[in-house]
């Protein structure tokens, strides 16, 4: 009798679970990355040990079928005592391609930006569109041969998360596409975020952007990234080069008329920034990784100039 009851009882547990076991395709990770770093701005120095995007989250995928799968993810930011959403989306795919839904790396970002986005940290000083992970978007991306292509639409009707509009319906979006060259990618894209990404209102011809991207050049040993940002009023261009471990990263951006950043600079100027980093593996998920930048913002005040060195190591824990 007690072997049978057992044997049921380990039945009915296996049924529980099964189904749990099946929906929880995917993985848990996280990431150490703490460091020291000098920074001097404003004509004062300051020495710290920081955190820098040290982050954990899940995520997974489930196959529902009929060449459908159930896809998402949720990460955190953990820096600084806080617990900020770096991903939360949900979404589907199969062979039209790939819905999602949430906050995440959106259209104009995966297309061209990503491409010259490669410094550890210092990136996006001098970037006309720097979004990077951005909220309320409904993306879908596809793909043919080497040709892929993509948009984001940004629905966020809350007037004070988005001064510039407060419309109703769609508030913001972006198209792009790419295009395998050889070892090489082109890729283009096009945005009218209308406020979306900005804290303040900004001139309605600054709100679009196009950008055209170029990756994967290859000179001698090194690898090359170009990308050009422009509107009526700005325009921008980033350069990446990576020699083995080392790269260097140039930003530079000019501006007939005083505008707002994506960090909230008043800048109006011709504004350009250097990073120059080193990766260095120490063996299995652990890694130190080493920046110089330097920020000229060209308001004619050298306190108004950065310049920070950064040494982190970095742990990938599961």
């Known amino acids: 009798m007690k072997f049978k009851t057992t044997a049921i009882a380990m039945a009915v547990a296996g049924s529980v679970v099964a189904p749990m076991a099946v929906q929880a395709e995917g993985e848990l990770y996280a990431s150490a990355r703490v460091g020291l770093w000098n920074n001097d701005t404003n004509g004062v120095s300051e020495l710290d040990v920081k955190s ?97 292509y993509g948009a984001t639409a940004y629905f966020n009707n809350d007037a004070a998360a988005n001064p510039t509009t407060g419309e109703e319906g769609v508030d913001g979006i972006e198209v792009g596409a790419s295009f395998a060259i050889g070892n090489m990618t082109l890729g283009v894209a096009y945005a009218d975020f209308k406020g979306v990404y900005l804290a303040v209102p900004t001139p309605a011809d600054e709100n679009s952007v196009v950008s055209v991207s170029l990756s994967g050049i290859e ?25 083995g471990n080392f790269y260097y990263h140039v930003e530079m951006m000019s501006n007939d008329m005083p505008t707002l950043n994506y960090y909230g600079t008043t800048v109006g100027e011709d504004p350009i920034s250097h990073t120059i980093g080193y990766t260095q593996s120490l063996g299995r998920g652990t890694s130190m990784y080493y920046e110089l930048f330097q920020w000229d913002k060209d308001t004619g005040n050298s306190d108004d100039d950065r310049t920070s060195v950064m040494a982190v190591l970095k742990f990938d824990i599961i």
Do not use: C
Request: aromatic share 14%.
């Open 52 to 148: 820098f995007s040290s982050r954990f989250g899940g995520k997974g995928e489930t196959d529902l079928g009929n060449g459908l799968s159930a896809i998402g993810r949720f990460e955190w930011d953990i820096d600084e005592d806080a617990f900020l959403i770096r991903q939360r989306w949900v979404g589907l795919k199969g062979d039209f391609g790939t819905v999602k839904i949430g906050k995440d790396y959106q259209t104009f970002y995966n297309f061209t930006t990503s491409a010259v986005d490669q410094p550890w940290w210092y990136s996006g000083y001098n970037m006309m569109e720097y979004s990077g992970r951005s909220d309320n978007g409904l993306t879908y991306s596809g793909s043919s041969g080497g040709f892929a």
């Open 219 to 243: 000179l001698g040993s090194a690898n090359l990234a170009v990308n050009v940002q422009s509107n009526d009023n700005q325009e921008g261009i980033v350069a990446h080069l990576g020699v």
